[in-house]
């Protein structure tokens, strides 16, 4: 069997290197015909081999007869009343449905993507939770869905955050190249890459011992042990002190600023004593809070008051680290942080 033929399961998208020279010699062309195509794939976003308008129409195709271009088909695009979100359903070749969102905030376009279908770190207060854990995205399909991002976006894409369906850490090694590709084969800079996750440590400590330069996002959501296990059962695994003892490791060895994502629950994590323990947590960390209002998904946990909300903000106001507010977009159409999810029977 060829290995043109042993390769027809992938798309294009998901070659390698070697895989993609291969399919070039197969095809009897020159090897720069693999130059003209990733052109066409990551400087156009070309949706079809045809939209290859310098390549050989036998070439084209064959292409086509042999294997898709892309690994993910847009099966359904939602937009927010005020235009500043979009939400876009994908459906990856074996079938499974995946979100990603498109988000407009004056100059910047941001991109939140997805790195598994479902999520098994089941963290309580997250609608993606509720999926289960049904599979790890392949580097290509990651990739892919900023290409179609960027032919429906508006603007150029900014910023790409791998913050939407499923834990990062879970599938880092594929992660860290679908980084790599953005950052050297689309142009994105490494510090507009932010990977996300839910305190996967011993990933944490790696990122750091390969000195990627993406930048880090951490769910802390919690101030002591007990209230991170009540709503993130990762803390069984990984402690509340792990944690903080890896991002210290973290910065250490790179000298670079972790963001720790604190989604505020009512009655949760919204106290004026989570506060003051948040200020000691993190006191000798230097580092920067985002602080999320709860984007509810119709389960147990509300978003607090907004007094409350304020009440917990200005308690942070001399804090020794930055602190920001995230007033996350596309609520209204389920595409807020924390309010992806999607069935077999979407």
Not at 157 to 182: C, D, H, Q, W
Request: net charge positive; with cysteine; proline share 3%.
């Amino acid at each position: 069997m060829s290995q043109l033929n042993k390769m027809t399961k992938k798309s294009y998208i998901e070659l390698n290197k070697d895989e993609v020279s291969s399919l070039i010699k197969e095809l009897n062309e020159s090897q720069f015909r693999a130059q003209q195509i990733q052109n066409w794939v990551f400087d156009h976003y070309v949706e079809t081999w045809d939209a290859m308008e310098n390549l050989p129409m036998n070439i084209r195709h064959e292409l086509s007869a042999r294997l898709p271009l892309h690994p993910l088909e847009i099966i359904y695009i939602t937009d927010s009343e005020n235009a500043s979100t979009q939400k876009i359903l994908f459906q990856t070749q074996n079938g499974h449905p995946i979100e990603s969102v498109l988000m407009y905030d004056q100059k910047r376009t941001t991109v939140c993507i997805s790195s598994q279908v479902g999520c098994a770190v089941d963290c309580k207060f997250c609608a993606t939770a509720s999926m289960g854990f049904i599979h790890n995205l392949s580097t290509g399909e990651m990739v892919d869905q900023v290409i179609h991002l960027q032919r429906q976006a508006k603007s150029r894409i900014t910023n790409v955050v791998f913050m939407g369906m499923g834990e990062p850490f879970l599938n880092y090694s594929r992660v860290i190249k679908a980084a790599e590709i953005l950052n050297k084969k689309m142009g994105f800079g490494a510090r507009r890459i932010t990977i996300s996750t839910a305190g996967i440590v011993p990933k944490i400590r790696q990122m750091a011992e390969e000195n990627h330069k993406y930048k880090l996002a951490i769910s802390l959501n919690a101030t002591n042990e007990l209230s991170r296990k009540r709503i993130m059962p990762l803390t069984n695994t990984y402690s509340l002190k792990s944690l903080i003892d890896s991002a210290h490791y973290y910065y250490q060895k790179t000298r670079r600023l972790i963001t720790f994502e604190y989604v505020l629950l009512k009655g949760i994590n919204d106290s004026s004593n989570d506060s003051k323990r948040l200020l000691v947590l993190l006191q000798f960390l230097p580092c920067k809070v985002n602080v999320i209002p709860y984007n509810e998904i119709g389960g147990p946990y509300n978003r607090p008051t907004e007094n409350k909300i304020n009440a917990f903000l200005d308690s942070l106001k001399h804090a020794p680290f930055t602190v920001t507010v995230r007033w996350s977009k596309g609520t209204e159409i389920n595409a807020g942080c924390g309010q992806l999810a999607v069935h077999a029977d979407t």
